[in-house]
């Protein structure tokens, strides 16, 4: 009797436990391997509450911060993994490469935020050509556009129907004469050599073969900016966590490597993060393992001064496509910029040149990103406008 007794006390205890576990532990605002926000525990409301709205909120906070809910999940992917899946938290698993899924395709993506990214750059290219700027937009291959030809037949290899809204958005720019290179032209001569099979980015051989191309383009407009040539890139010691295996808890088994540079003449340089001096270097050692090896992540505002007056300026904007190839673009001008209006909010483009006015102005998107409007998108313009 007292076996049985004891045996009720465990299991209840055990239930117990979880819920006062998770009502104990600090709450984490963003989950690492999912790489999302999580949510907040709602306020009350008496409303919500008669609604039953309330209850599902707390219930969504339950699941997110539920106590040994990593660990689960883990144990989940590491299941599916073995039971080769083709779909694991929502990533396409294939013999080499992780692919996002994207489930249900849209037939027709937003003509109208289309209408609103094309008319802002055609303004702003304007305002650089009255003020002497060469304003250049660089259209980048995102990892699963480069790879789609990898997606299984079954499943879609993206989130439209069809193509229109990357040659549409292409057609617009040209036809609104600004100043542009589509790198999936050069990139695709060998997708493998230089993209992840773990990331949504390229890697250090496609960042370094868009600033060779930029810097020719920019040479071709008249800007007088040396090349660096002379870059040699090799593998980091270190295991790479790229984004989709970090969705699979770093258990996709794969050869995919991070990548560093070595220029054969150091390039001497000053850098400052948001206002403030840090380590001038563009490499983060605490980072050696993931993309964020570049500069360190994505930063609302670095500023890398060489020193050398006799060069042009640039500022580059853009989400974290901008980072692996900051890390060579440096080297061929006086002052190099970045601004990431995800994260900076001290105004909009257009105020940042009347306090600093640039050379050349790299606007770089991925595209998936073309027609997406908040953020990078919008350079702090079409945020200010919907206000």
């Given at each position: 009797m007292m076996k049985h007794f004891l045996k009720i006390v465990f299991f209840c205890g055990a239930l117990l436990l979880i819920p006062v576990l998770t009502l104990l532990k600090e709450p984490a605002a963003a989950s690492y391997y999912e790489n999302r926000s999580l949510a907040v525990f709602p306020p009350f409301s008496m409303q919500e509450m008669l609604d039953g709205e309330y209850f599902s909120q707390v219930e969504t906070w339950v699941g997110d911060h539920l106590a040994g809910r990593?660990?689960?999940?883990?144990l989940n992917t590491q299941k599916e993994l073995a039971l080769h899946s083709p779909v694991v938290n929502d990533t396409v698993v294939t013999r080499d490469i992780l692919l996002p899924y994207h489930g249900t395709v849209l037939d027709h993506y937003n003509a109208e935020n289309m209408e609103k990214e094309l008319d802002m750059l055609e303004e702003l290219n304007d305002c650089c050509t009255q003020k002497g700027i060469e304003f250049l937009y660089v259209g980048i291959p995102e990892q699963s556009n480069a790879f789609r030809d990898r997606y299984p037949s079954y499943l879609n290899s993206s989130s439209y129907r069809d193509d229109s809204m990357r040659?549409?958005?292409m057609a617009g720019v040209e036809a609104r004469g600004i100043d542009h290179i589509w790198m999936a032209q050069y990139l695709s001569a060998d997708y493998d050599k230089y993209y992840s099979k773990t990331d949504h980015h390229y890697n250090l051989y496609g960042a370094y073969e868009t600033?060779?191309?930029?810097?020719?383009?920019?040479?071709?407009?008249?800007?007088?900016a040396p090349v660096t040539t002379d870059f040699t890139i090799t593998p980091v010691d270190t295991a790479f966590l790229g984004s989709r295996n970090r969705k699979l808890?770093?258990?996709f088994e794969t050869d995919d490597q991070l990548y560093t540079g070595m220029l054969a003449e150091a390039v001497p340089f000053t850098r400052t993060d948001?206002?403030?001096?840090?380590?001038?270097?563009?490499y983060s050692e605490s980072n050696r393992n993931a993309y964020a090896y570049y500069m360190g992540g994505d930063v609302a505002e670095t500023i890398i001064q060489t020193n050398r007056p006799e060069l042009p300026d640039?500022?580059?904007v853009g989400d974290s496509f901008t980072?692996?190839?900051?890390t060579i673009l440096y080297t061929s001008f006086d002052e190099m910029r970045s601004l990431d209006f995800r994260y900076y909010t001290a105004g909009s483009i257009y105020s940042y040149l009347e306090n600093w006015q640039p050379d050349v102005i790299l606007y770089v998107r991925d595209d998936l990103s073309y027609i997406v409007t908040e953020g990078n998108g919008g350079l702090g313009i079409l945020s200010a406008a919907a206000q």
């Open positions: 990593n660990l689960l999940l883990k040659t549409d958005f600033y060779l191309r930029v810097m020719a383009y920019l040479s071709s407009s008249g800007v007088a808890f770093g258990l948001n206002g403030k001096p840090v380590e001038a270097t563009v640039v500022l580059v980072n692996a190839l900051e």
